[in-house]
């Protein structure tokens, strides 16, 4: 059910809040309407709402806005506050909306070699959380409805600070235009957006250090990705990855059976140590020992024995796509690798095409539809996705000796917030970001147990394609939810 209100009145309102706020904070509002939603069989009205909020590289000086599309329930200034954003960077926050989190979902064929049908299925979603947070899908500016200003400091919103300093802005404009500055709060981000999110705690510490930040939320982290990023002569990013080789190679049915796509990746894991210490030695290691490892990897992973002799006992996740289905003529896709494409004659090691976009595509396509559900009359101008340059600045310059301490400023900032928590949740079969990343993230860190939730689902980068990873990812946030809130 939807009853739209009339955009006088939402004027109205942000005149109202003008007057309160100051006109550099307060937010356009490019539609609204009083929706009802019905969540584990409950009936909740709850409010939908698009804006756009300035935001500025330099104090005083705003050059850009953000954007929102936001559902919110009446009453109770302490209810939490779930901010969600995609990655990218250059994504607005379509796919986590219009995927899981939602109160609209659109669905795909769940079965990886079905085709795609030409319509998106759109459905209310049934376990939306708005039963228990507000939900506050952020665009960073440029993206969306938002827009950088023709003098606008591009360097500024182009850098992991200045793009997480503006999307705290943003935030903090939400909050005060709807009252809802003491509310909990609780920042979910994806791929890139990880970055952004564990970012943007220091960028919202630092504007209003009075905010009660509860949770951090990654999907698809990509905290420590200067340590598992495949260059050639990083030999842990070889172990690291070896559990999601030996889990997609199962699911293929490549790995001898019987396996579990689950087991394989224990199984994996815990021959990471020996696998690590054979690589350390790489030209001393005796050939019979090298001999055995190649034949373990073979058995792990399906990729022959020969391969990895001839390979320095190791194959990227690139090499890996191309090579476990060369003899159906098919490559594995980068970002779900239960999807394969047919491989081109001329294929080299890597390819670029990757067979899940054409999913990930129809979250896009489906928002443009919830715009117009709320009210937008131009939801057709909505950009989903935003191709930058290759200038995004992740903030320590282009020395071999700099760092980037994503997780590490994290764990300062968890420590000087004793009620703060994260959560990881990482797909099996995502060749970008993978559950052995995940693992050793949390292997290198000093958060204790108690601070932290490491959740792995049956699907890939966009886990939440999957519908039983879906339901499994909506149990688990609704449980990490209620944690804080018994904190």
């Not at 087991?263 to 990471?272: G, H, I, L, N, T």
């Amino acid at each position: 059910m939807i009853v739209r209100a009339a955009l006088g009145l939402a004027m109205l309102i942000a005149g109202a809040i003008a007057s309160a706020q100051g006109p550099s904070t307060v937010p356009t509002i490019k539609a609204r309407s009083e929706q009802i939603a019905i969540i584990h069989g409950q009936r909740f009205a709850y409010t939908a709402e698009v804006g756009l909020v300035p935001v500025a590289s330099k104090p005083g000086r705003p050059d850009a806005t953000g954007g929102y599309i936001s559902y919110s329930r009446a009453g109770g200034r302490d209810r939490p506050v779930l901010f969600v954003f995609n990655g990218g960077p250059g994504a607005a926050s379509a796919y986590l909306q219009m995927g899981a989190l939602g109160p609209y979902r659109a669905h795909v064929p769940q079965d990886p070699a079905a085709p795609l049908p030409a319509a998106v299925d759109v459905t209310a979603n049934p376990d939306t959380l708005l039963d228990v947070a507000d939900l506050v899908f952020l665009d960073p500016p440029g993206t969306g409805f938002s827009a950088l200003s023709a003098d606008a400091d591009t360097a500024f919103y182009r850098s992991v600070k200045g793009d997480a300093d503006a999307v705290a802005q943003l935030a903090r404009g939400w909050l005060a235009a709807h009252r809802r500055d003491r509310a909990p709060i609780y920042i979910l981000g994806e791929s890139y957006g990880t970055i952004r999110a564990a970012a943007m705690v220091d960028a919202l510490r630092e504007q209003d250090p009075a905010l009660t930040l509860r949770g951090v939320l990654l999907l698809g982290q990509a905290l420590n990705m200067i340590e598992t990023s495949q260059r050639p002569d990083n030999v842990v990013t070889y172990p690291v990855s070896l559990p999601t080789l030996a889990a997609i190679a199962c699911y293929h049915h490549i790995r001898p059976a019987p396996c579990t796509p689950q087991d394989s990746a224990r199984e994996a894991s815990a021959y990471a140590e020996p696998y690590l210490a054979a690589l350390f030695r790489g030209r001393a290691l005796d050939a019979a020992s090298r001999d055995a490892v190649a034949t373990k990897l073979e058995a792990l992973t399906g990729i022959p024995r020969t391969y990895y002799l001839a390979h320095d006992l190791r194959i990227s996740k690139e090499q890996f796509r191309v090579e476990l289905l060369r003899a159906q003529g098919t490559v594995l896709g980068r970002y779900d690798a239960r999807y394969v494409a047919a491989r081109a004659a001329d294929a080299g090691d890597t390819v670029g095409a990757d067979a899940f976009s054409a999913v990930s595509d129809r979250y896009g396509k489906a928002v443009i539809g919830q715009l117009t559900r709320i009210g937008v009359a131009d939801a057709a101008g909505y950009r989903v996705i935003v191709r930058g340059g290759d200038d995004w600045r992740y903030g320590s310059g282009d020395s071999p000796f700099n760092d980037w301490p994503f997780m590490a400023r994290l764990e300062q900032a968890m420590t000087a917030t004793p009620g703060l928590r994260l959560f990881v949740g990482t797909g099996l079969y995502d060749l970008t970001t993978t559950v052995g990343a995940a693992d050793y993230l949390f292997a290198q860190s000093t958060l204790t147990p108690d601070r932290y939730h490491n959740a792995r689902y049956p699907a890939g980068h966009v886990a939440y394609s999957d519908d039983a990873s879906w339901r499994l990812l909506m149990r688990d946030l609704r449980a990490f939810l209620a944690a804080g809130a018994a904190h």
